[in-house]
């Protein structure tokens, strides 16, 4: 959830450090630090709030030029967010300096055994436990060119759950060890400079150069010798080398007030690249990586789709067209929940797992309890080289570049449209659809990016109506068929962003509940499928609009070109392209997003970073 940044080379430690803390904010942001080694002597300073409130401090004060630095940016777990709390923590001789992202699930006895030596903690994080068993640690260690290294293999055996640290000592003016269990992190690789980030993002703006760090292992980067990884028991690893694919102007804002309307505005784009290479020579679907046989793949007779949050949504619509297209039943689980409800899995179970990051610990845990049942794993992933398609049988990369606000936006998109994606491969595989089908599908998808595109051009009356909401204190959401997770989607929009009551209801279930909540003017965004949707459910919707209409309901349509069969009912109207039903969300998503942000905005908060949130979230 916290962000980590690491540097050694030639440049000025502090900048780069701040440089790629700016990057890294979205992953928590309720306080920030850094610490510089120079001379033999660590300096820090650490500050709550966002990174603003750091910077201003270190503008007044006086830390000494250094080519070697750690910064952090967190999202508070074990304390609350307050100066004393903030990272980097320092052991009580002032000698080593750690960053932390993750949870250190036994920091309760490890503390009680570091008190019981007469250290005095200063602060309520699992976190300085580390940097007080390190010290120790290391002074038991005969002296040596990797003793920190070996310091960080010989605590981080002891530590149990989420973590990764990253450690400088003032004693070693070269070298700074890092260490990662089930939480992000990566090194990049400079011309005669290395950096550690919790992702690619840090550092994009020196390097594209990047190296995997697996599970259980550290990694040493040092000034001259070069960066050196290994496991917790010492072994030497080969980490594996990558490209990133994207550069520091895609992180940048580019002009738009918020990283949100920047994304957005992008989604065109974004779904082009998710479509883009995956038709072969003949016509055929391609994935990514599969690691699976076309045997595997037939064999397969139940399918689980498992994700959080906005992920947990393009889930729910994947059930839809995976259903559809190849006859599988499919469910649809929260990640959090899946592992502990002992689903059933066998071989001839699929569980997809979707994650923007690749490092969701919820999503990430419930992949390991499907391999440990023998199920197959494919991922819908958006970040290179991370945990979650490492660990996966077959991947599909959504390709949608950097996504930094906190709202997921081309990143919904895209994992949708994947969706449909990994639903077409299935069904090619399995023999369940002919070529021609499968190629008339993948026309439709590549009208898409269009179709999003002329959204967006039309988007000022959505945006004036954003104003006009951005008093009310509760706005409803409905929708039917693949516009009930759509629903859901605007809603929790609308929450992480605005800080309004929304809930999201399938429309049929109005009169079943959710009517009651119904008064005088109460705003109710109805997502209406096409008239050309199955066995009349558009007929239903606009029976629904017209039921919370008559209740006082003040109503906001979202429908096709061409439907005015809404319009005597609807109080607003917010047209989108026709679009062939299962793929519709990809388009009717797009003006709730702009609607929650504007909201956000005209309410005066801050779109990009919504409070008590952060991007990613690695910890359970």
């Known amino acids: 959830m916290c962000g980590i940044v690491g540097y050694v080379g030639p440049q000025d430690s502090l900048g780069v450090v701040l440089e790629g803390l700016r990057r890294l904010e979205y992953r928590g942001y309720d306080s920030a630090g850094v610490a510089v080694l120079a ?229 065109p784009r974004a779904v082009a690249d998710t479509l883009l290479g995956r038709l072969g020579e003949s016509g055929e679907l391609v994935l990514d990586e599969v690691r699976l046989s076309d045997q595997e793949l037939r064999d397969i007779d139940k399918i689980f789709v498992v994700a959080c949050g906005t992920a947990f949504h393009a889930g729910l619509l994947a059930k839809y067209a995976i259903e559809h297209w190849t006859r599988i039943p499919v469910e649809v689980e929260v990640a959090s929940e899946f592992r502990y409800r002992d689903p059933v899995l066998d071989r001839s179970t699929l569980v997809v797992v979707i994650s923007q990051s690749g490092e969701t610990m919820d999503s990430l845990m419930a992949l390991r309890h499907a391999r440990d049942q023998k199920a197959r794993v494919l991922a819908i992933c958006n970040a290179n080289g991370s945990t979650i398609p490492r660990e996966s049988d077959a991947v599909l990369y959504t390709h949608a570049g950097p996504e930094v606000a906190v709202a997921s936006t081309k990143g919904f998109l895209t994992q949708v449209v994947a969706c449909y994606l990994v639903g077409l491969f299935l069904a090619q595989v399995r023999g369940v659809k002919y070529a021609d089908e499968i190629a008339a599908i993948v026309d439709d998808l590549r009208a898409l990016p269009d179709a999003v595109a002329r959204v967006l051009e039309q988007m000022e009356p959505v945006r004036e109506l954003g104003r006009s909401l951005a008093d009310a204190n509760t706005i409803l959401f409905l929708g039917r068929h693949v516009g009930f997770p759509v629903a859901l989607e605007g809603a929790l929009k609308l929450k992480e962003l605005a800080y309004i009551h929304a809930e999201g209801f399938a429309a049929g279930e109005l009169k079943h509940g959710p009517i009651a909540v119904i008064d005088q003017g109460t705003p109710v965004v109805v997502i209406v499928p096409s008239p050309r949707t199955r066995e009349s459910v558009h007929g239903k919707v606009v029976s629904n609009i017209q039921e919370v209409r008559a209740r006082g309901a003040r109503t906001i349509v979202i429908a096709e070109d061409g439907d005015d069969d809404v319009l005597p009912f609807a109080d607003h109207v917010i047209r989108v392209p026709r679009t062939p039903t299962l793929l519709a969300p990809v388009v009717t998503t797009v003006p709730l997003q702009v609607l929650a942000c504007e909201i956000a905005d005209t309410r005066g908060l801050d779109v990009d970073q919504p409070r008590n949130l952060a991007k990613s979230v690695t910890v359970e």
């Open 39 to 267: 001379d033999g002597q660590l300096s820090t300073a650490k500050k709550a709030g966002k990174l603003a409130n750091l910077e201003k401090q270190l503008a007044e004060a006086d830390l000494p030029a250094a080519t070697i630095g750690i910064g952090h940016t967190r999202w508070a777990t074990h304390g609350g967010p307050t100066d004393r709390n903030a990272h980097p923590h320092v052991s009580a001789d002032g000698r080593v300096a750690v960053v932390h992202n993750g949870i250190i699930e036994n920091f309760v006895p490890l503390r009680a055994e570091v008190e019981a030596t007469g250290v005095e903690f200063t602060s309520e994080t699992d976190t300085e436990v580390v940097a007080h068993l390190l010290t120790a640690t290391y002074r038991a260690l005969p002296a040596g060119p990797d003793r920190l290294a070996e310091a960080m293999r010989a605590v981080s055996r002891r530590l149990e759950g989420a973590f990764t640290l990253v450690a400088t000592h003032a004693d070693e003016p070269d070298t700074i060890v890092a260490s990662r269990r089930n939480s992000p992190l990566v090194v990049g690789v400079g011309d005669g400079e290395y950096f550690l980030g919790s992702d690619v993002a840090a550092f994009i703006g020196h390097t594209r150069n990047a190296l995997e760090l697996g599970q259980d292992q550290v990694v040493e980067i040092d000034r001259t010798r070069g960066a050196t990884v290994t496991d917790f028991s010492g072994n030497r690893v080969e980490p594996t080398a990558y490209t990133v694919d994207w550069d520091a102007a895609a992180a940048e804002k580019g002009g738009y007030p918020w990283f949100m309307l920047k994304e957005i505005a992008e989604q």
